[in-house]
């Protein structure tokens, strides 16, 4: 199992058997960058542009796409790409991926209300991802006794965690083997400043 990183939040995942997977692949992430990605599934975690690009979903190819109700709502033209609807506390299964949704809190700074923000858990390959999604405030399910091999955590400040409540949060799982720090493409200063809270203790 590979993982791949884009801007903002996004990542490809792709399996041993190359099934693919990418996630909330936005529109801070250049079009040409995607000329050669090419995917099975497109999963996205909320409405907000970047994270929920349509130009960046068609880009990459996929024949289904898993989202939510209130994206599928903003859709006005015909796709050609079959869309899944996913809910929260909902498992899918993609391939060779399972896909456990729940609920985020983006926090009080969102200018507007959104019906659902979601993070996931990725299974592939027997190795568990946890993405946190845009998370302002301790979230989602319960952690204590979650082990994973891949966290992604969000480090930005203002619309999701800074360093220092991402740091408090990843302490609370029972165990991850990587932490991959997300969404500091404004403010580059929060990933150094994560990675340096770690390495510390």
């Known amino acids: 199992m590979?993982?791949?990183?884009?801007?903002?939040?996004?990542?490809v995942i792709t399996s041993n058997s190359g099934n693919t997977l990418a996630v909330d692949i936005g529109n801070k992430t250049p079009l040409e960058k995607l000329a050669q990605v090419s995917v099975d599934t497109f999963l996205v975690s909320h409405i907000h542009g970047d994270h929920f690009s349509l130009p960046h979903i068609s880009a990459t190819?996929?024949?289904?796409?898993?989202?939510?109700?209130?994206?599928?709502?903003?859709?006005?033209?015909?796709?050609p790409f079959a869309l899944l609807e996913i809910k929260a506390d909902e498992q899918i299964t993609s391939g060779d991926f399972k896909i456990l949704a729940f609920d985020v809190d983006h926090?009080?700074?969102?200018?507007?209300?959104?019906?659902?923000?979601?993070?996931?858990?990725?299974?592939?390959?027997?190795?568990?991802?946890?993405?946190?999604?845009?998370?302002f405030y301790e979230s989602g399910i319960e952690?204590?006794?979650?082990?994973?091999d891949y966290a992604l955590i969000p480090v930005g400040?203002?619309?999701?965690?800074?360093p220092e409540e991402a740091y408090?949060?990843?302490?609370?799982?029972?165990?991850?083997?990587?932490?991959?720090?997300?969404?500091?493409?404004?403010t580059p200063h929060t990933?150094?400043?994560?990675?340096?809270l770690v390495d510390s203790k």
């Not at 952690?143 to 994973?148: A, D």
């Not at 990933?191 to 340096?196: L, P, Q």
């Open 157 to 162: 400040t203002f619309y999701t965690f800074g």
């Open 2 to 11: 590979q993982i791949e990183l884009f801007e903002q939040s996004g990542f």
């Open 143 to 148: 952690v204590s006794s979650l082990s994973v």
């Open 191 to 196: 990933r150094e400043e994560f990675i340096a």
């Open 61 to 79: 190819n996929p024949e289904q796409v898993i989202l939510n109700q209130e994206c599928i709502d903003a859709i006005d033209h015909e796709l």
């Open 107 to 135: 926090g009080p700074n969102v200018s507007s209300p959104l019906q659902d923000n979601f993070g996931f858990l990725i299974e592939v390959d027997d190795k568990k991802i946890y993405f946190a999604g845009d998370m």
């Open 168 to 186: 408090a949060f990843v302490q609370k799982f029972k165990s991850i083997a990587e932490i991959i720090p997300i969404h500091y493409e404004k």
